[in-house]
């Protein structure tokens, strides 16, 4: 048995989940609304206050599906509830962040600035110069926009310069030394 999916999701106060036929999942919240399309073969029944989500047989797939699709309806509960983000910072001399409306300036060394538009449902906020932290309440998305960030400049390992997440340790290497 799949020990996540077997594992019954506990709707908190003040979010209600609809489950539609095609195993269309809505859950409403005070942060918002989202909604997923899971795999049709699991069965999602709403039971005093929890969700049971159960698998019709043991195939391989199935069991793949299992833990998958109790994970992501847990993700959209903890999203409409308390949200995600994720925390990026920008290391380099000269190397800045700044943010007008919807668009994040990104001045990463490059001869031009690096724009960037944030995407429906999610923000940035900027603390200073050089920490961003993306927020939203679609797990997948704040994930995706956080990586697309740190994707205009990655980390390197000589000096560290470059956008990477606060809890990311960048592994130092030493540098050529000259002859003697």
């Not at 899971?38 to 029944?45: A, G, N, V, Y």
């Not at 699709?69 to 990026?88: A, Q, S």
């Not at 724009?115 to 961003?132: A, F, R, S, W």
């Not at 205009?152 to 997440?165: F, H, L, M, V």
Request: glycine share 12%; aromatic share 4%; no cysteine.
């Amino acid at each position: 048995m799949s020990r996540i999916g077997r594992m019954p999701i506990a709707i908190p106060a003040g979010v209600t989940v609809t489950i539609a036929d095609n195993n269309k999942v809505t859950v409403k919240g005070p942060k918002g609304t989202l909604e997923r399309e899971l795999p049709i073969e699991m069965d999602i029944k709403e039971e005093d206050g929890h969700i049971v989500v159960t698998r019709p047989n043991d195939l391989k797939k199935m069991k793949s599906l299992h833990g998958l699709t109790r994970t992501l309806i847990n993700n959209m509960v903890v999203g409409v509830t308390n949200g995600y983000e994720k925390v990026l910072e920008v290391n380099g001399v000269g190397y800045r962040a700044s943010k007008q409306g919807k668009k994040l300036t990104l001045n990463l060394g490059y001869s031009h600035p690096v724009e960037m538009e944030d995407p429906e449902g999610v923000e940035t906020v900027l603390e200073g110069q050089n920490k961003i932290t993306v927020k939203g309440i679609d797990k997948e998305k704040v994930g995706q926009y956080a990586a697309e960030i740190r994707d205009k400049r990655r980390p390197e390992p000589y000096k560290g310069k470059g956008i990477k997440y606060a809890d990311e340790t960048i592994r130092r290497k030493v540098g050529k030394t000259g002859k003697k």
